[in-house]
């Protein structure tokens, strides 16, 4: 998390200003988590140098990281360090997450979430990205298209999520931001559908990368109309494929090994 930050021309934690107390403090690391800045998983500096880039005394940043520790925002490693906690966290308990695996309808109703959610965070990108939000997507469509070119199928599923994360953090609505982000930890853990699925030919992997540059093409070109348009286009790709694979008979038998490795995981 440092070093991302280590090169720019600002700084991620400003000087608090005010009466410089404990609650200024916590209000600046509550806007970095609301706005999506400071993610799961990063590590904040060191006290030192957080008190120092803060400008506040090392007594007043320890009161402020125990309260925020105590919320459950942030955690300690005893000499490892402070990191920001899991804050989006499962959305559903794990019967429901049994109940989604075992039913069709839970994975239509959630295509159907996605393409309304999808559509609106592209359009909202389209009319509000920043050249900050422009140059990011443009860097991760790169690292897909290497990915793609290269046959590294992994890295490729991987550059999918975060590109349609930067797309909502270009969309600028912390609401979504952060609806989008627990939409897509239940993507990659295969709650819905294996994602393997939709990529299982070379031209779906091609489909899918085309339609990944147009959303980011509108986006960067400021076109709502279009971007929108392309974000839904590509969610309904994404339900024709999941369609063809069951009538294939394929999502049955992805079906049963999701369940027996969960069955395994359980230690039924």
């Known amino acids: 998390m440092e070093n991302l930050h280590a090169d720019?021309?600002?700084?991620?934690?400003?000087?608090?200003?005010?009466?410089?107390t404990a609650d200024e403090v916590v209000r600046q690391i509550e806007l970095l988590l609301l706005q999506g800045v400071l993610r799961d998983g990063d590590r904040l500096p060191g006290?030192?140098?957080?008190?120092?880039?803060?400008?506040?005394?090392?007594?007043?940043?320890r009161e402020a990281l125990k309260e925020l520790e105590a919320r459950g925002l942030l955690v300690s490693h005893h000499g490892g360090g402070t990191y920001v906690a899991?804050?989006?966290g499962q959305i559903f308990s794990r019967p429901v997450i049994d109940l989604i695996a075992r039913h069709r309808r839970a994975t239509i109703d959630f295509l159907?979430?996605?393409?309304?959610?999808?559509?609106?965070?592209?359009?909202?990108?389209?009319q509000r990205a920043t050249a900050y939000d422009r140059q990011a997507l443009r860097t991760i469509l790169e690292d897909m298209q290497r990915a793609h070119a290269?046959?590294?199928?992994e890295d490729e599923l991987a550059a999918d999520v975060s590109l349609h994360n930067a797309i909502g953090e270009a969309a600028h609505n912390i609401i979504l931001l952060h609806t989008l982000r627990a939409c897509y930890r239940l993507l990659e853990q295969g709650i819905f559908f294996n994602r393997h699925l939709v990529f299982a030919s070379d031209k779906a992997r091609g489909?899918?990368?085309e339609q990944h540059e147009a959303i980011c093409d509108a986006i960067i070109h400021a076109d709502p109309v279009?971007?929108?348009?392309?974000a839904q286009a590509h969610i309904d790709y994404i339900a024709g494929a999941i369609r063809e694979a069951e009538r294939t008979g394929e999502w049955q038998r992805?079906?049963?090994?999701?369940?027996?490795?969960?069955?395994?995981?359980?230690?039924?």
């Not at 140098?49 to 400008?55: F, G, I, T, V, Y």
């Not at 290269?150 to 199928?153: A, C, K, L």
């Not at 992805?254 to 039924?268: A, F, H, N």
């Open 8 to 20: 720019t021309s600002f700084d991620l934690f400003a000087r608090v200003s005010h009466g410089r």
């Open 47 to 61: 006290e030192r140098e957080l008190s120092k880039r803060l400008d506040v005394s090392r007594p007043i940043l």
């Open 86 to 88: 899991d804050i989006i």
């Open 112 to 126: 159907e979430y996605r393409r309304a959610l999808e559509g609106m965070t592209a359009e909202l990108a389209a």
């Open 150 to 153: 290269s046959g590294r199928f």
């Open 207 to 209: 489909d899918l990368l």
């Open 226 to 230: 279009m971007a929108k348009a392309a």
């Open 254 to 268: 992805i079906s049963q090994l999701r369940m027996q490795q969960r069955s395994v995981g359980r230690g039924d």
